[in-house]
């Protein structure tokens, strides 16, 4: 249930277009079930609108926007959080110190700054599983995940993970037994969150590297689980 950086440019287009053009195209406007709550900050719609004219205009591909937003969104901030779960899951001693002193323990392996000042990692377990959101705006570690998914920026998301999070997990395709402990983190501009998945069955042969591949970033916002690799999917 992820919105696409393409339905979130028409969503804002069609808001960008209603505000340009004020008397008209009110009354259509709500004949569909979008979350209202979610119209974009001004600064957004600038942004978007730009994007348009300069897509429309034929001077930008939108092609390559999208996958230079998917980088830095899918590729290369999670995949330092990843790195970070992968050598807690090999190295004992570097996991107590994640768990203990976070924020130093993410420094050791070079990741920190802006956004993620004072981290705190938590640990998934048989019988706890923790869910990760910001129910202010969208406070999100940067150094370790890199820029929040559109859904951890909804209303809906902020509001519902809170009020019903094993309806929010079930949404997100995970479903948990009646004996696990869910414990929501409500991020905020001085402490952010990191899930330490658990390591999944069937990894103990596999290298930091290889084990870092498998950690995806819903699996650190804890709206998931690290999957199991299939049988012979990995050389
Ligand atoms: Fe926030």
Known sequence: MTTTRRELLTVAL??????ATPNLGRAQEHGHDHDHQAVPSDPTLRVKALE??????????????????????HKVGPRNGARVVARAWLDQAYKQRLLAHSTSAIAELGYGGEEGETMLVVENTAKVHNLV?????????WPVLGLPPVWYKSAAYRSRSVIDPRGVL???????????????????????????????????NMSESD????????AMVGVAKVAVPREGARA
């Open 14 to 19: 069609t808001a960008a277009g209603a505000a």
């Open 52 to 73: 348009s004219l300069l897509v429309a205009k034929g001077i930008v591909d939108p092609a390559a926007l999208d996958a230079l937003v998917d980088t830095y969104e």
């Open 133 to 141: 959101v910001c129910t202010l705006c969208s406070c999100y570690p």
């Open 170 to 204: 079930r949404e997100f395709g995970l479903k948990l037994a009646e004996d696990v402990e869910v414990r929501v983190w409500d991020s905020t501009a001085q402490v952010r969150y990191l899930v330490l998945p658990e390591r999944p069955p069937g990894t103990e």
């Open 211 to 218: 084990l870092s591949a498998l950690v995806t970033r819903d």
